[in-house]
């Protein structure tokens, strides 16, 4: 399939400026994204963005990733209702940094139409505030930048010169582009077309070129959240940030109904491969978010932590684990447990003579009510301690429980798993 072709039955292609179809018909097309640097890494709605350039660069194309180290500094007002917070130079240029390196392992930069990265802050760090109001600010009147839906929204609201400037620096990075690296496409979510337009404006005004734009929709969930949001927050890309385990669980627990669209975006799967695996899967909505889950979590993190968040999964979901897939955990995955299962903290000093499983229990933890209810639970076989039954209300928890020196796993029947954290 061409390019289009491929946006276009994925789903993903919105807004698109006349002649690029056959702009691309022609040849190898070298197009680019920005992706600003306010955050320490880049999330799974960045990760829309991400495929499109990896589908870009499939199709037979170049792709630029054009790190905002100068637009960073400014502030898109674009989908925002109030001013950004100005962040730090240095945590910018960290967070850039971090962003590359996430950038590098989704995109190919050897071959023939090998990817790369550029920094727009050389395109600013040599110019004065003069040359830029000459030479940029010239050249987009007051009236058309005012006529875009990213600036109109803000009008009412509040909207400093700062903010107000970035559309003429995203429309002078694209420009540059041209100039440098024979760039004729940008491309971006649908909130950046005014942004996206302005720089084909200055192409044509400035170098009497034709540059060329194309948008994707900006995903939204079945019941009409936006993508990217948990209850939680942000899904992050950088596993220090989201755990694997919780970055498996968001497309788990994801909407059925997002399935088709989500597979479509976020897979390198072809047509033919999706649309026989829906059919296959037509009844068993769960296999498809466990495949998608599956493919996402080794893309965007890798197989061994693939393997580590199903064996966390079969820890937390399957009553008749053993004891044996509970010792074979490493610590992250029992951290990861930790924040998963109602957790308590307990002194290391209180096991050192032995604690008392009914002391554990009641007043250590309160995972149970009362001592009754303690030796009750004990007495139908309900207690284990690290997949272990306990049989007498006597027995004592000492250090030996700990698992990697800090864990104790204990069930109160088949499902309610609780972890204990050793201090």
């Known amino acids: ?150 600036v109109k929204k803000r009008i009412e609201t509040g909207l400093s010169f700062t903010e107000f400037s970035y559309q003429l620096l995203q429309a002078y990075d694209y420009q540059c582009l041209y100039n440098q690296h024979g760039c004729r496409l940008q491309m971006g979510g649908s909130d950046q077309w005014g942004n996206i337009t302005s720089g084909t404006e200055f192409i044509r005004k400035n170098l009497g070129g034709k540059a060329y734009a194309a948008t994707t929709p900006l995903l939204t969930k079945a019941d009409g959240s936006k993508f990217g949001k948990s209850t939680s927050g942000n899904i992050w890309l950088d596993a220090a940030m989201t755990s694997p385990y919780k970055f498996y669980q968001f497309w788990i627990n994801a909407d059925d109904k997002d399935t088709s669209k989500f597979t479509r975006y976020f897979t390198l799967f072809s047509k033919e491969e999706i649309e026989a695996r829906e059919k296959e899967f037509a009844d068993n909505p769960r296999m498809l978010k466990e495949l998608l889950a599956e493919e996402l979590t080794i893309r965007v993190h890798s197989q061994e932590d693939f393997d580590a968040v199903k064996k966390v999964s079969n820890l937390i979901f399957n009553a008749k684990a053993s004891a044996e897939s509970l010792l074979s955990l490493d610590v992250d995955s029992l951290s990861t447990i930790e924040e998963e299962l109602p957790s308590f903290t307990i002194s290391k000093d209180a096991l050192a003579n032995g604690l008392n499983i009914v002391d554990l229990l009641s007043e250590n933890t309160q995972i149970v009510a009362s001592k009754s209810d303690a030796r009750r639970a004990i007495k139908g076989n309900a207690i284990s301690i690290n997949k272990n039954k306990i049989s007498s209300h006597e027995h004592n928890v000492n250090h030996d429980a700990l698992l990697h020196g800090k864990y104790i796993m204990i069930e109160n029947g088949k499902r309610n798993k609780f972890m204990v954290l050793a201090q």
Do not use: C
Not at 38 to 64: D, E, H, R, Y
Not at 99 to 125: M, P, R, S, T, W
């Open 1 to 150: 399939m061409t390019f289009l072709e491929e946006l276009n039955w994925r789903g993903m292609l919105q807004d698109q400026t006349p002649g690029i179809e056959e702009e691309l018909a022609k040849g190898p097309v070298t197009g680019y994204i920005g992706f600003d640097p306010t955050a320490p890494s880049m999330t799974i709605g960045n990760f829309v963005q991400i495929m499109l350039l990896k589908l870009f660069q499939q199709t037979g194309n170049k792709p630029i990733v054009l790190m905002g180290g100068a637009t960073g500094r400014v502030g898109d007002p674009s989908g925002k209702d109030k001013e950004r917070v100005l962040k730090s130079y240095e945590e910018l240029d960290s967070n850039l940094e971090h962003q590359k390196a996430q950038i590098k392992k989704f995109l190919d930069f050897e071959g023939e139409h090998a990817a790369v990265i550029v920094n727009n802050h050389d395109f600013y760090k040599d110019m004065n505030v003069l040359s830029f109001l000459r030479d940029v600010g010239k050249t987009l009147t007051i009236n058309y930048m005012t006529s875009k839906e990213s």
